[in-house]
């Protein structure tokens, strides 16, 4: 059995969520908006799932989740909703470290619709630069995207407090939650956020399913338009079994979330500390003060990733270089070039994702393995010395 540690990815469907879909296949296979029995039965799974969502988020009112089928369409949906809502502002803040679903869909709309977009850039530990921010915000801004927390460095932002200042210029806020939500408690009914995306495969749901928390009472537009599913406001028959996996994944993240602020909090600190100490030049890149419980980001100097990840897989190790939706380039990620990691390092940052599956065992075998397999590619690199050089850069918080 390996090692899995790359949750920021995806996560393993757990088997009280594939137990709770598997009767919606067979036994209760009706269609929702159906006014049968059989559709009944459906619909009041559908309307469970949405009560599970909503007590995770805090949300005030479970008519504020709108099931999608996942966090860029999400995304994508909240943005442009806010678009055609307030058609005289033709502007929109977001980070230079979002998500491609965020930064791509922005892109296209400054290129190809002629959108202004402000990218708010990211100090050395991945905080937004405060007084940009303000900066960019003003009566033109129809709505801001900064999400959460950053799915590589797992960095929390500040997003109670952007909301506020959004809607003092009277911007609508969204923020893309994906990789924080069931990590770290959330309070939405006494925030100020209008939306916010979320994706079940990050939580040990499916793949297929998430879901946009939209407050009640601000304008919105529906991306798909057709039928009267999700009370107009985003048509298709619904993934009946996917939306009862979510739901059941969200109601175990809930109780989970001790574990996650303890034992996965003790478990991430663990192995960073035990790599740093074995491994020179190398560093945690991130806020360590303001971060994620399970995410551990370790840029390793004078090595490319790609090796690094190949010869983890050897050991039955599972991580990643970065974002899962950007791996493949061998340009360094552009988290890391916004937090101003020289290429030195961020060509080997390599993040470690744990979950409430990880274990101690599976933490120690990791430090068991890692020094030896830095140090076998170190002596393959024409960047590395006996002497072991180093870069000029310096963690800010070290």
């Known amino acids: 059995m390996g090692i899995y540690l790359d949750n920021n990815a995806t996560t393993r469907v757990d088997d009280a969520v594939v137990a709770e879909m598997l009767p919606l296949f067979t036994e209760h296979f009706g269609n929702p908006s159906s006014m049968h029995g059989y559709g009944a039965a459906v619909g009041g799974k559908i309307e469970w799932a949405r009560g599970e969502v909503q007590k995770l988020l805090g949300a005030a009112f479970d008519t504020e989740i709108v099931f999608t089928s996942g966090g860029t369409e999400s995304d994508n949906t909240a943005i442009l909703s806010a678009l055609k ?19 791509s869909f922005c892109d296209y709309l400054e290129s190809k619709e002629g959108y202004k977009v402000h990218r708010i850039p990211v100090d050395g530990k991945g905080d937004l630069d405060m007084a940009a921010y303000e900066a960019a915000l003003s009566e033109n801004v129809a709505i801001v995207s900064i999400m959460w927390a950053n799915n590589e460095t797992g960095t929390i932002f500040p997003v109670e407090q952007l909301a506020v200042m ?9 923020t893309d939650a994906v990789q924080a939500v069931g990590k770290i408690p959330m309070d939405l009914a006494n925030s100020e956020i209008d939306m916010l995306s979320l994706s079940g495969h990050k939580l040990h749901a499916p793949k297929g399913v998430g879901a946009l ?3 009640r009472g601000i304008r919105f537009r529906p991306l798909f338009r057709g039928g009267h599913q999700e009370r107009g406001r985003r048509a298709g028959t619904e993934n009946a079994p996917a939306i009862v996996g979510l739901g059941k994944a969200c109601q175990l993240a809930r109780e989970a979330l001790p574990i996650e602020l303890g034992q996965v909090t003790a478990l991430r600190d663990r192995l960073e500390a035990a790599l740093i100490e074995a491994i020179p030049n190398c560093f945690v890149t991130g806020n360590p003060a303001n971060r994620l419980p399970n995410t551990a980001n370790i840029a390793f100097e004078f090595i490319e990733g790609e090796a690094i990840l190949l010869l983890m897989n050897e050991f039955g190790i599972a991580a990643s270089s970065g974002s899962a939706c950007t791996s493949g380039s061998l340009e360094p990620s552009h988290v890391m070039r916004a937090m101003g990691v020289p290429y030195t390092a961020a060509h080997g940052a390599t993040r470690f994702s744990l979950s409430r599956d990880t274990t101690q065992a599976e933490i120690d075998k990791v430090i068991e393995v890692m020094p030896g397999i830095i140090e076998r590619l170190r002596k393959l690199s024409p960047y590395w010395t006996n002497q072991g050089a180093s870069t000029a850069f310096q963690p800010v918080y070290s």
């Open 85 to 103: 809502a307030y058609p005289k502002r033709r502007e929109i803040v977001t980070s230079v470290v979002e998500h491609p679903a965020v930064l």
């Open 166 to 174: 959004a809607k003092k210029v009277g911007a609508l806020f969204h």
């Open 213 to 215: 928390y939209l407050k």
